[in-house]
């Protein structure tokens, strides 16, 4: 079993930046990959960021390439999502997802945290 607790969500004006944080227990958390989803109000949610166990490969969603930046610290089983740059449109509920393979489908998920921002 993996808990995963995530944290860092709030609200932020457009243009603003966050930074997510995801706090791994349980077993051992290298050996996982690990993702970002989102959830807007009324969609499906949907996949963000990517990471692999090794924190050597990452994968983003078109919609926040080059504004989104995720990574990972093994010793301390954190993993991380720098949104800058933040649009209206990127305003949902964020989860962090361990899975057994890169992008692949996630075992474990968080409870999530809220990202709002204004226009």
């Known amino acids: 079993q993996v808990q995963l607790v995530e944290s860092g969500g709030g609200l932020v004006q457009a243009g603003g930046s966050l930074r997510l944080s995801c706090a791994a227990s349980?077993?051992?958390?290298?050996?996982?990959?690990m993702a970002w989803f989102r959830q807007a109000p009324g969609k499906e949610r949907e996949f963000v960021a990517a990471?692999?166990?090794?924190?050597?490969?990452?994968y983003y969603t078109d919609s926040v390439k080059g504004r989104f930046t995720i990574s990972r610290d093994n010793a301390k089983k954190m993993v991380y999502l720098q949104m800058n740059s933040l649009k209206p449109e990127d305003t949902a509920v964020y989860y962090c997802?361990?899975?057994?393979?890169?992008?692949?489908?996630?075992?474990?998920w968080g409870q999530g945290t809220q990202v709002t921002v204004s226009s």
């Open positions: 997802a361990a899975s057994e393979a890169f992008r692949g489908t996630p075992h474990y």
């Open positions: 349980g077993r051992i958390f290298s050996i996982y990959a």
């Open positions: 990471i692999s166990w090794s924190g050597g490969s990452t």
